[in-house]
Each structure stands twice: as structure tokens, then as C-alpha cells.
């Protein structure tokens, strides 16, 4: 769901609509993706982890979707909860060949409720792949956000800093462990 997801909020950027613009929003995705995503109506964090409709709720409500969106408190909010009946699922037997789980691409059209349409058209490639890097800012950011809990910001720059020159370090042992980091 991250291609549609990234697809979703591209679409929305620079446009002032609000949820309750948008009437319907589609998405294409493989059979194999589909079948993953199994909560159309998730009530908890784990379960909007396997939820296209919360992907789509979180880009148009939240513009995000990160650690702290995927928690049982935002899951559960009455707006999110409004917008999963608007999202549909359209699954095709097309996969990728290097990676046969998914399909060759995704794509997400959102139809507003003056008429309007915005169509992502074809998505092959997720936010951070290396066809579509993402910046060192745009890194240490997710970064930050993934470790949060296991790091004080001063540990959790050290070591996006190492990992940032991984192939430069003499030995692996000079990156910090979890067990040094909880030591300290």
C-alpha cells in the first residue's frame, strides 16, 4: 500500500480539499496486495497496518502515515473510521516478475463530489526506491520517527550518521548495538 499511499498524497498536495470533497477513491492494486489488506474497517494499529481504506484515510486526513498515525487512538477517530467506506479496492491478476506479491504498479483515482477526477496513473516505484530517492533530510526524518522510542535523538543521529557511511567504517563493530544503547 505505500505506492498508493505516496500516490494519494502527491494527488492531494497543493489542493485545498477536505474529506469531505472526495467522494469515492479507487485503487489498483495485484490480487496478491489485496489479499494482505484484509481490514476495510481496522480498529486497531496492527490491523490498519493490513488496511488500504486506513492508507487512503491517513493520506487524505492526515497527510501521513508514520509510527505515531498507526496506533490504536488514530485508528479509531470518527473521521477515519467516516472515510473507509469510500475506498475500493480493484484487484488485477497482473504481477510483477521480480516480485510476484505484488503488481507491476498501483494506481489511485479519486473521484470528487463535484465531478472532478485526479488520477495518480500508473505507480511502479515506492517513495525511497532508488528510482525515487528520497533526500538525506527526508531520511533522517523517517528515521527519527522509527527510533523514537529506542533512542534518544543525540544515539539515533550517531548511528543514522554511521549507517549513512556504513561502507566506510572499518568493522560493523563500530556500530552501537542495542544492547550498548540500553546499557547507557
Given at each position: 500500500?505505500?505506492?498508493?499511499?505516496?500516490a494519494?498524497?502527491?494527488?492531494?498536495?497543493g489542493?485545498?480539499?477536505?474529506?469531505?470533497?472526495?467522494?469515492?477513491?479507487?485503487?489498483?492494486?495485484?490480487?496478491?496486495?489485496?489479499?494482505?489488506?484484509?481490514?476495510?474497517r481496522?480498529?486497531?494499529?496492527l490491523?490498519?497496518?493490513?488496511?488500504e481504506?486506513?492508507a487512503?484515510?491517513?493520506?487524505?486526513?492526515?497527510?501521513?502515515?508514520?509510527?505515531?498515525e498507526?496506533v490504536?487512538?488514530?485508528?479509531?477517530?470518527?473521521?477515519?473510521?467516516?472515510f473507509?467506506p469510500?475506498?475500493?479496492?480493484?484487484?488485477?491478476?497482473?504481477?510483477?516478475?521480480?516480485d510476484?506479491?505484488?503488481?507491476p504498479?498501483?494506481?489511485?483515482?479519486?473521484?470528487?463530489?463535484?465531478?472532478?477526477?485526479?488520477?495518480?496513473?500508473?505507480?511502479?516505484?515506492?517513495?525511497?526506491?532508488?528510482?525515487?530517492?528520497?533526500?538525506t533530510?527526508?531520511?533522517?526524518?523517517?528515521?527519527?520517527?522509527?527510533?523514537?522510542?529506542?533512542?534518544?535523538q543525540?544515539?539515533?543521529r550517531?548511528?543514522?550518521e554511521?549507517?549513512q557511511?556504513?561502507d566506510?567504517?572499518?568493522?560493523?563493530?563500530?556500530?552501537?548495538?542495542?544492547e550498548?544503547?540500553?546499557?547507557?
Amino acid at each position: 500500500m505505500h505506492r498508493s499511499f505516496d500516490a494519494a498524497v502527491r494527488l492531494l498536495a497543493g489542493r485545498a480539499i477536505k474529506p469531505d470533497d472526495i467522494a469515492a477513491i479507487e485503487v489498483t492494486m495485484g490480487k496478491g496486495q489485496t489479499t494482505v489488506l484484509a481490514h476495510e474497517r481496522p480498529q486497531t494499529g496492527l490491523e490498519a497496518k493490513f488496511s488500504e481504506q486506513f492508507a487512503m484515510a491517513a493520506a487524505v486526513i492526515l497527510g501521513r502515515m508514520g509510527v505515531a498515525e498507526v496506533v490504536d487512538a488514530v485508528v479509531q477517530r470518527p473521521d477515519i473510521q467516516a472515510f473507509f467506506p469510500k475506498v475500493r479496492l480493484n484487484p488485477v491478476d497482473a504481477y510483477d516478475t521480480r516480485d510476484p506479491a505484488h503488481s507491476p504498479t498501483e494506481r489511485v483515482v479519486i473521484r470528487l463530489c463535484n465531478g472532478q477526477v485526479l488520477d495518480s496513473g500508473a505507480v511502479s516505484v515506492i517513495r525511497g526506491h532508488a528510482y525515487d530517492p528520497m533526500s538525506t533530510d527526508e531520511l533522517w526524518q523517517k528515521f527519527a520517527d522509527c527510533t523514537a522510542k529506542t533512542h534518544t535523538q543525540p544515539q539515533a543521529r550517531h548511528l543514522f550518521e554511521l549507517l549513512q557511511a556504513v561502507d566506510e567504517l572499518p568493522s560493523v563493530r563500530e556500530l552501537p548495538t542495542c544492547e550498548t544503547i540500553f546499557r547507557s
